[in-house]
């Protein structure tokens, strides 16, 4: 859960 375009464990949050 980062605010940027990674694929985390939960979900990619779009923002960077």
Partial sequence: ???L???TID???VNG
């Fill in 1 to 3: 859960n980062f605010p």
């Fill in 5 to 7: 375009d990674l694929a």
């Fill in 11 to 13: 979900a990619p949050s």
